[in-house]
């Protein structure tokens, strides 16, 4: 990787880090290796904002935009795996790819147990890099897509009454309309009319998409 270019620092870029559609967060403190990649990621239109540490990250304001996290190994305080494995604690969601000059077998598993997307060892090739970004930032995308989804099928899932949610839990837990009724001392007619109306808020086409539904609002199941 050719080193020069102008290195894009976290004080001076939050004007332009906020307008990106696309951030690659690269956190080392080497600042020949940040000056490059900021270069690497320009010359395809990623806007890249760097970081010394990982606490200068921390204070940092990050635009709510598909990111990705560039994180070296070694780094001054705090290590890049030990910031790895707190970013869930944090709250902080971004893809993460890992980046040493002195990677072994053991760091490398670890790193990757920790859901890291890549573990790239300088001096790596610019192809290599620009692919993993590539891979980060479409999984970042992915994840907000999804998480986009359940929000609204949670909003969807509130709009309908206490009647019509046991209706649909019994549904979609596989009874028959006469079994529902049943359980819930109602007419079938007024379980179908129950089950419509749910259908209809939640957007479900067919009672497979509607079990499709109830299973996104419990993710942990």
């Known amino acids: 990787m050719q080193l020069g270019g102008i290195e894009r620092r976290a004080d001076v870029v939050e004007g332009l880090g906020a307008a990106a559609s696309e951030l ?9 290796m940040r000056s490059a990649v900021t270069r690497l990621l320009r010359s395809v239109e990623v806007v890249a904002v760097t970081y010394e540490s990982a ?12 990111s990705c996290l560039l994180l070296d190994v070694r780094l001054p305080g705090i290590s890049g795996l030990d910031f790895q494995s707190r970013l869930e604690a944090l709250g902080i969601h971004m ?3 890992m980046i040493t000059a002195h990677g072994d077998i ?25 692919d993993a970004v590539a891979t980060a930032i479409e999984q970042d995308k992915r994840r907000r897509r999804q998480q986009s989804e359940q929000v609204e099928i949670i909003q969807r899932y509130e709009t ?32 179908k009319v129950h ?10 086409r067919t009672l497979p998409d509607l079990v499709k539904l109830s299973e996104r609002l419990r993710p942990g199941e």
């Not at 670890?110 to 090739?125: T, V």
């Not at 309908?160 to 079994?179: F, Y």
């Open 24 to 32: 690659v967060h690269v956190i080392d403190d080497d600042p020949s």
């Open 160 to 191: 309908l009454s206490d009647r019509e949610r046991q209706v649909m839990g019994l549904i979609t837990n596989g009874a028959l309309n006469k079994q529902a009724a049943f359980e819930l001392g109602l007419s079938e007619i007024t379980i």
């Open 106 to 130: 053991q760091m490398t598993v670890q790193a990757m147990k920790a859901g890291a997307i890549d573990f790239l060892e300088k001096p790596f090739r610019d192809q290599a890099l620009i």
């Open 55 to 66: 606490n200068a990250f921390l204070e940092a304001h990050h635009p709510d935009v598909p």
């Open 195 to 204: 089950r419509a109306t749910a259908m209809k808020k939640m957007g479900a």
């Open 95 to 97: 893809p993460v790819i």
